[in-house]
């Protein structure tokens, strides 16, 4: 159980960075008085719906990879390259609230570990099998 609790870390940095997007994405609401239910608003607030609409949609893949490549391979090396994911997607979330043109470092940063994790975890699973 030691080595789960590194890849438990980083699970709950990325739900925390999630989180941000979500609480960020619901203060520009207000902040551009842009009344529920409705998406519709100036451009600089869509840039904080965007930003969390994206995260959720990179986390559905991100979690289950770091847990498949942790059984797979190692909890350590998830753990390794998982940190990069929550530090990517804030960078991502941060860059894109200024513009959208600065959200490429956070999105550059966060998506090799998705790739790493869903390729790695196959390659893993399938050298066990053999």
Same mark, same amino acid.
């Given at each position: 159980?030691?080595?789960?609790?590194?890849?438990? +870390?980083?699970?709950?940095?990325?739900?925390?960075?999630?989180?941000?997007?979500?609480?960020?994405?619901?203060?520009?609401?207000?902040?551009?008085?842009?009344?529920?239910?409705?998406?519709?608003?100036?451009?600089?607030?869509?840039?904080?719906?965007?930003?969390?609409?994206?995260?959720?949609?990179?986390?559905?893949?991100?979690?289950?990879?770091?847990?498949?490549?942790?059984?797979?391979?190692?909890?350590?090396?998830?753990?390794? =390259?998982? =940190?990069?994911?929550? +530090?990517?997607?804030?960078?991502?979330?941060?860059?894109?609230?200024?513009?959208?043109?600065?959200?490429? +470092?956070?999105?550059?940063?966060?998506?090799?570990?998705?790739? =790493?994790?869903?390729?790695?975890? +196959? =390659?893993?699973?399938?050298?066990?099998?053999?």
């Amino acid at each position: 159980m030691g080595d789960l609790a590194y890849p438990g +870390i980083v699970s709950g940095l990325a739900l925390l960075a999630y989180y941000f997007t979500l609480y960020q994405s619901g203060m520009a609401r207000g902040k551009f008085d842009v009344p529920a239910p409705s998406h519709e608003g100036p451009e600089e607030y869509m840039r904080y719906v965007r930003a969390h609409q994206n995260t959720l949609e990179h986390l559905v893949l991100f979690l289950p990879g770091l847990w498949l490549f942790a059984m797979a391979v190692s909890p350590l090396w998830a753990a390794g =390259i998982g =940190i990069f994911w929550p +530090i990517g997607r804030m960078l991502y979330a941060l860059g894109y609230y200024r513009s959208s043109d600065k959200r490429m +470092i956070g999105l550059l940063i966060s998506m090799p570990p998705i790739y =790493i994790f869903v390729l790695g975890s +196959i =390659i893993g699973f399938v050298m066990k099998l053999l």
